[in-house]
């Protein structure tokens, strides 16, 4: 729970990698989906922290302080799951919960082979509309949300509006939060490849140096023009090697004969 809100809040040790950094600024759409067990205003992490409504409420007031976010789509499927809503009071925070106070979120279906569910219904059932949708799409959030049918989910799905008055709901689309397209900003100037007098750099140095070029246009010539070179054999050492070797035993079998006949 503590990482996740240090995510969000950005308050983060040092050293900490980008990769695990939340960096957003004033412009980002942030879609924030959280699933798991969960009850009245809280939600378990691994059944040994919990995270309530006020943690959720301050994180996302220093995030607008801090202009980490334009937008966010809260979402949550757990028991109770609208709840985690109930002390939001940030701007420009749609925020939906998969049941309401007193209600329990269920699975969707069974697996026999590992004796588990593999879905949330909530999940399950947004899923099935997201994926028709594609990217450039200009289906609204609105239209998905409709489909959220509750004799499906087995419980009413909660929704929180209050706080977005800056744009009407009917103006969001899927893709604001989900599966957009962005533009990227390096920040950063290109750097050139080849200056800008390349060309008569390369013909001055062909004509001084030919083989000295920084800056190589083609070099399939140079594949094409490499010199032969001739390679010469070299003698196989180790027939020497064998030959003093043997000279050596002979000489030896030499001396213990000499040295075993009779004087």
Not at 217 to 222: A, R, V, W
Not at 229 to 236: K, N, V
Request: with cysteine; net charge negative; hydrophobic share 40%.
């Amino acid at each position: 729970a503590e990482n996740f809100l240090r995510v969000l809040t950005g308050r983060h040790p040092d050293g900490t990698p980008p990769s695990k950094r939340l960096n957003t600024k004033s412009t980002s759409n942030i879609l924030i989906y959280m699933t798991g067990h969960g009850g009245d205003e809280f939600l378990k992490f691994q059944d040994v922290e919990e995270l309530s409504s006020r943690d959720i409420a301050d994180a996302f007031a220093q995030m607008w302080e801090k202009e980490r976010y334009n937008e966010i789509l809260f979402m949550v499927d757990t028991c109770q799951a609208g709840t985690l809503a109930n002390h939001l009071y940030s701007p420009n925070i749609f925020a939906v919960g998969s049941s309401q106070k007193g209600e329990n979120s269920y699975s969707w279906g069974h697996d026999d082979y590992i004796g588990l569910s593999l879905v949330d219904r909530f999940t399950y059932v947004l899923l099935e509309s997201l994926e028709k949708i594609s990217i450039g799409s200009d289906a609204t959030l609105l239209s998905v949300l409709r489909t959220l049918d509750p004799r499906r989910l087995m419980s009413n799905p909660a929704f929180m509006t209050n706080l977005w008055r800056h744009r009407p709901l009917g103006d969001i689309l899927v893709t604001d939060f989900f599966g957009a397209t962005v533009t990227v900003e390096t920040g950063i100037p290109s750097y050139p490849i080849l200056p800008d007098n390349r060309t008569a750099t390369i013909s001055e140095e062909k004509e001084s140096k030919p083989s000295v070029q920084p800056w190589r246009l083609d070099i399939k010539e140079e594949l094409n023009t490499v010199d032969s070179i001739t390679l010469t054999p070299q003698p196989d050492s180790r027939l020497s090697m064998f030959a003093f070797s043997l000279l050596v035993y002979a000489a030896l079998a030499l001396f213990v004969f000499a040295a075993a006949s009779p004087t």
